[in-house]
């Protein structure tokens, strides 16, 4: 019983935590954005740019799964019309935001939180803090935006290449033609399949973003305590992903 109750406070302590950083965070950007421009600039190459790699491999190769489970079925029941329908609603609403923010997360959040809590431990952010500036508005501002916008600019990569994936081994495996699995997509698919997706995907970006960074600042015990903290950003973050993922799709439905 008791371990259960530090567990409960100890998670309580940790979401009060990143919802006083979400309110820092709404400070310095309202009512007008302010933050280092340089900063910001570093870490969307840093963390978008340099991710575009790993996100095609990835979304490939889910398009290319979806395809190959599903096929079993469209063979069987005859309905090779709705192969590209099925690929693309669950690739545009559900697969692809969350297989891509969890790959996010294990590399660009992951390496946020050690490379904050490197610096807190070697009293950087205590340095930053004595030259008068403020650290939210000069480290974490610029990170929680870069990761919001390259998070949802990802996705939309992802889903193209996964549903390009999904399209080739559509025809490799299946054998379902490159027009008719294209006609079952643009037919049955809306805007908002793919904005639905997309909503999702900021949030999540908001979601690896105050997390990463919360455990980054927050670390204590040295070396030993920056690998906690990255463990705890990453399971944080995976938690918060599918708890924003469910509340989402239940009020855009």
């Known amino acids: ?17 990143v919802g006083v950083l979400l309110l820092q ?12 421009g340089r900063e910001l600039w570093r870490n969307l190459y840093k963390m978008g740019v340099r991710s575009v790699p790993i996100i095609i491999l990835t979304a490939f190769f889910t398009g290319a799964i ?5 096929g079993i079925f469209v063979r069987r029941f005859g309905a090779t019309g709705l192969l590209g329908w099925g690929t693309g609603y669950s690739t545009f609403r559900e ?7 969890l790959m996010f997360s294990g590399r660009v959040g992951a390496n946020n939180t050690a490379e904050l ?21 000069y480290l ?20 193209l290449v996964a549903i390009s994936g999904g399209a080739l081994f559509g025809k ?8 008719i699995f294209w006609q079952s997509l643009l037919a049955n698919l809306t805007e908002w399949d793919l904005l639905h997706g997309l909503i999702k995907s900021a949030a999540f970006g908001l979601v690896i973003s105050l997390t990463s960074c919360y455990f980054g600042i927050s670390v204590r015990g ?24 469910c509340l989402l799709t239940l009020s855009l439905e």
């Open 172 to 179: 490799l495996v299946v054998g379902v033609d490159f027009s």
């Open 95 to 101: 697969i692809g935001p969350i297989l891509i923010a």
């Open 117 to 137: 809590g490197t610096m807190t431990v070697t009293e950087q952010i205590d340095g930053l803090r004595a030259l008068a500036i403020d650290p939210v508005r």
């Open 1 to 17: 019983m008791q371990r259960l109750g530090s567990t409960v406070l100890g998670t309580t302590r940790q979401v009060g935590g």
């Open 25 to 36: 965070v709404l400070r310095a950007l309202l009512p007008y954005p302010s933050m280092d």
């Open 140 to 159: 974490i501002v610029p990170r929680v935006t870069s990761m919001m916008i390259m998070l949802f600019l990802l996705t939309v990569i992802g889903d």
């Open 222 to 245: 040295g070396a030993v305590g920056v690998g906690r903290a990255v463990n705890a950003a990453v399971v944080a973050a995976a938690v918060g992903i599918l708890v924003v993922d």
């Open 66 to 70: 979806l395809v190959i489970q599903s």
